[in-house]
């Protein structure tokens, strides 16, 4: 888990990268790259299976998520990223784009909203080649999904949710539309997308238990002061969070064995514990690394130093 | 599942799940086997239901079961009955995966999918979703769903609306609902009926929306709603220029090292950049695009209109932006007369400049100031020292130069665009808000009546220079404070905002917070205006274009808390102060930030 600064848990670095690399499908030829499949990673060997008529050849079950992931946990090791074919992955992951700007996540079809649309914006970013994606349809995309709050549904006329708010400004961000002088009448963005109505509806967000809900009238849960303090920290309005409300229901969400949880008094899961400690991290709790707030990683994996 | 809590395994459970994990991989080989050889018999599909029925998120299952649905439907063209069972077939696996998961992603596309095709009842549909919306209210799948299945049905705008009343009804704080609901009015107030329509409309939700805010003053869900309603009352306001600089009607004295081919730069410039080009500056009362020659025409002797370059200000648009500057290029000017050069600017005599919204800028405004041009003298070149004494301060007596643009605009043809029934509908709201709020402390209210004060204002004058509600704002302001500690710092920025738009707003309260400095050893004149808004308990810069006349700023003893807020609230003058200081210092149009003392 990168922010700990003394990887006290022994992981084999080159050995997660052989895992991950593991689970990348391969265009046969040059030919394939027209075929209209994505040429990226497998989530697992579930959906990675041989052809029959070839015994070496993996059909391709490639999904945005996955890559994204894989890309991800690859920089984490540190793994050098040019290493990877990326040529392929990138002109492939063009026929994921949708003529709206969406992005489907698997060639053979699926639903298609604002998460997929920034694995992929994350992808390009990381691989730093925008071969992959049409950056101006993909921004209409995203502004056609802020709601009538303010903030941002998953799909257009979705409603707005926490989740979707990040994809939306982190995929902004990675694309280049956000400045740091966003918070500003006269940033560009602003005229596009109403950005003090998302100040607006993500500063209320947090609630009376210090915590922050995904929606409203929902549960405080531990992952939104990631998802939602990372949207604010983006949009340069982090001093706007009451931090000490906010510390204070992070640690009733940490368990007695570490981790954390969904809710306070919930046994911890991965998912929760990343997120809560990325939390921590935008709080600036000591020992912990910074953050790249639009990839959710810290900046040193980010970053490659 | 997400959202399910855990619970610690026991032993005889851990061996109960090693069987199962055994049985789902056996299960799932064989359904691979059956998806690779394109098998789409009805054992090779129960295969598949069984997979979907304990983990619904597992994709590939669902899309063997479209291309299943789609080889068999082939087979079976004949027959009508055969064709609509396959579909009714998949709408029962998809009812069971949702029992597992009533938020699968990939069952309710799949659901979506089968009931694209046409060959199922919609009615049916309904009656699922009711006992969805019974289950959990704030499903937001179901809602896509239901608002996918209303299209589908042809459902009137009107049915649907009185089903989200119904649910409001019962229950203020069904957010979903109201979300729902904002949907419906947007094709409402799209569909562009008579003007008088939308008014009605419009105002039947505020009373509607009133009684939820009666019944729940702490819930959001109505205040959020309300804030929409607000927006919609509002509507576009047309483009108008609020500010500019050089100042109108103003005498500049602009000296420097002009490139003259056989005068090297070095020989002179120690303070200042070469002066080569005169900016002019043009501030917007929102984005607008199409500022270029041909919109905006600059006469004067020294340069040609076409010559010039508009670019907007924002360095991340190259092609909108609220300010906008005009590089005027002083190198034809002859440097041997000192004899003033009138500029005049004129724009909106054109079509051209348009706000994201389409509007044209249509009042036309001139505006003219003087310029003359001295190359620098050496003594001039030493670095000026500003010496910072709180006595050397002077009042101002003399008129401040103009700072209102409802002066400037061409005989003053501005028309207002707010009617009477918006002002009149935010007068109301204000008065109903005001009385809720004296029966209760709630603070989303009293965050909306600042706004609904603020909007009334705005729409009352158009440059802003009303601000009869300034103090009740401010008052609300610092009740929130104490009300909502935890975001203080909120209410601070958005009560600074406030304040400035009050102190700058009109000339006799500026006149107060300007004096002249004496402080600057070189200088002979009276020294330059300066703008003192010290210990206002600032947090945050805003108002920018009613502070471009500026000569010099202090703003000390303000809680501007950070240095990354003075940098962004600075990132305006100071390249501002970059662009001037292509001038020569000794002029007074040195725009500089002076000490901000930090607490």
């Not at chain 2, 947007?186 to 419009?202: C, G, P, V, W």
């Not at chain 2, 002029?587 to 930090?598: A, E, Y």
Request: some cysteine; glycine content about 6%.
């Amino acid at each position: 888990m990168s922010p700990f600064d003394s990887l006290s848990l022994k992981v084999h670095k080159d050995a997660v990268a052989g895992w991950v690399l593991s689970f990348q499908a391969h265009p046969r030829s040059k030919s394939d790259l027209g075929n209209g499949q994505f040429y990226g990673f497998h989530g697992s060997r579930s959906s990675q299976f041989p052809s029959k008529d070839n015994a070496i050849f993996i059909q391709n079950g490639s999904h945005l998520a996955s890559t994204y992931c894989a890309l991800a946990i690859l920089k984490i090791v540190g793994y050098n990223l040019s290493n990877i074919d990326s040529a392929s992955m990138l002109t492939s992951m063009r026929s994921l784009q949708q003529s709206d700007g969406s992005f489907m996540p698997i060639h053979i079809g699926a639903e298609r909203d604002l998460r997929f649309l920034y694995c992929a914006a994350a992808i390009c970013f990381m691989l730093n080649n925008w071969n992959g994606m049409d950056r101006e349809k993909a921004k209409e995309y995203i502004l056609n999904c802020q709601s009538y709050d303010g903030g941002f549904g998953l799909t257009p006329g979705s409603e707005s949710h926490g989740g979707a708010a990040y994809c939306a400004i982190a995929s902004l961000r990675l694309m280049g539309f956000i400045g740091d002088d966003c918070l500003s009448n006269a940033s560009a963005l602003s005229s596009k997308a109403n950005i003090q109505s998302l100040l607006d509806w993500s500063l209320q967000r947090q609630v009376a238990d210090g915590g922050i809900q995904g929606r409203p009238n929902k549960a405080s849960d531990t992952c939104y002061a990631f998802w939602i303090g990372a949207t604010m920290g983006t949009l340069g309005a982090n001093k706007f969070i009451d931090e000490r409300g906010l510390r204070s229901f992070l640690l009733t969400c940490q368990s007695e064995y570490g981790g954390f949880g969904k809710f306070p008094k919930e046994l911890p899961d991965l998912y929760h514990s990343y997120y809560g400690l990325a939390a921590f991290s935008i709080l600036g709790e000591a020992g912990l690394k910074p953050l790249c707030l639009e990839l959710g990683l810290t900046e040193g994996a980010a970053t490659g130093l | 599942m997400h959202g399910r809590p855990r619970t610690a395994p026991k032993p005889e459970d851990a061996a109960a799940s090693a069987a199962k994990a055994q049985k789902l991989r056996a299960l799932q080989s064989q359904f691979l086997s059956y998806h690779h050889d394109r098998i789409y018999t009805k054992e090779a599909l129960d295969t598949s239901a069984k997979l979907l029925e304990i983990n619904p998120e597992y994709y590939t299952a669902w899309n063997y079961r479209k291309l299943a649905v789609e080889h068999n439907v082939k087979e079976s063209e004949s027959s009508p009955e055969s064709v609509k069972s396959i579909f009714d077939e998949e709408l029962k696996v998809v009812e069971n995966a949702l029992r597992q998961n009533f938020k699968s992603y990939g069952a309710w596309h799949h659901r979506k999918w089968v009931l694209s095709k046409g060959h199922s009842s919609l009615d049916h549909e309904l009656r699922l979703l009711d006992r969805f919306q019974k289950a959990d209210p704030r499903n937001f799948h179901a809602w896509n769903y239901r608002r996918f299945v209303a299209a589908l049905l042809g459902r009137s705008v009107e049915d649907e609306l009185q089903y989200t009343e119904d649910l409001i009804g019962n229950n203020f704080s069904n957010y979903s609902a109201w979300h729902n609901r904002s949907m419906l009015l947007s094709e409402i107030l799209k569909k562009k009926e008579q003007e008088s329509y939308s008014q009605d409309t419009i105002s039947k939700e505020y009373e509607f929306v009133l009684n939820a805010l009666y019944t729940d003053p702490d819930d959001q869900s109505g205040w959020f709603y309300h804030h929409w309603l607000l927006d919609q009352t509002s509507k576009a306001k047309a483009p108008l220029l609020v500010s500019s600089w050089p100042v109108p009607g103003s005498e500049l004295v602009v000296s420097g090292n002009v490139s003259l081919g056989d005068h090297p730069l070095s020989s002179f410039s120690k303070v200042t950049v070469a002066l080569e080009r005169f900016p002019v500056v043009l501030y917007f009362n929102q984005t607008v695009e199409g500022v270029n020659s041909s919109t905006v025409a600059i006469q004067c002797t020294f340069v040609q209109n076409e010559d010039v370059t508009w670019k907007p200000f924002s360095p991340q648009n190259s092609w909108a932006s609220k300010v906008w500057v005009g590089y005027l290029d002083l190198s034809g000017v002859d440097h041997h007369s000192s004899a003033p050069h009138t500029v005049e600017v004129k724009l909106g005599h054109h079509k051209g400049i348009m706000s994201s919204n389409g509007l044209q800028l249509s009042v036309p405004f001139d505006l003219s100031f003087r310029v003359s041009v001295k190359p620098l003298e050496t003594q001039s070149s030493k670095d000026e020292k500003l010496v910072w004494e709180e006595d050397k301060f002077y009042a101002c007596e003399m008129p401040i130069p103009c700072l209102c643009y409802d002066g400037i605009s061409v005989g003053n043809k501005y028309e207002p665009t707010t009617s009477d029934w918006q002002i009149g509908t935010i007068a109301e709201e204000i008065s109903q808000i005001r009385n809720l709020l004296a029966i209760s402390d709630s603070k989303i209210g009293k965050i909306t009546l600042a706004r609904l004060l603020m909007a009334h204002d705005v729409m009352s004058s158009p440059y802003a220079t009303k601000t009869v509600h300034a103090e009740e704002v401010l008052g609300l302001y610092s009740e929130l404070m104490k009300l909502d500690p935890s975001h203080s710092q909120y209410y601070k920025d958005e009560r600074s905002l406030v304040l400035l738009q009050q102190l700058l707003s009109s000339g006799g309260t500026l006149l107060k917070h300007c004096f002249y400095y004496g402080g600057i050893t070189s200088s002979s004149t009276h020294g330059p205006i300066c703008l003192r808004l010290n210990n206002q308990s600032i947090s945050r810069m805003g108002a920018f274009d009613k502070l471009l006349w500026v000569q010099m700023l202090d703003l000390s003893d303000n809680e501007l808390h950070s240095i990354e807020v003075l940098r962004a609230s600075n990132h305006w003058l100071s390249t501002l102060t970059r662009r001037m200081c292509d001038l020569a210092t000794e002029t007074i149009l040195v725009l500089r930030l002076n000490r901000v003392k930090m607490l």
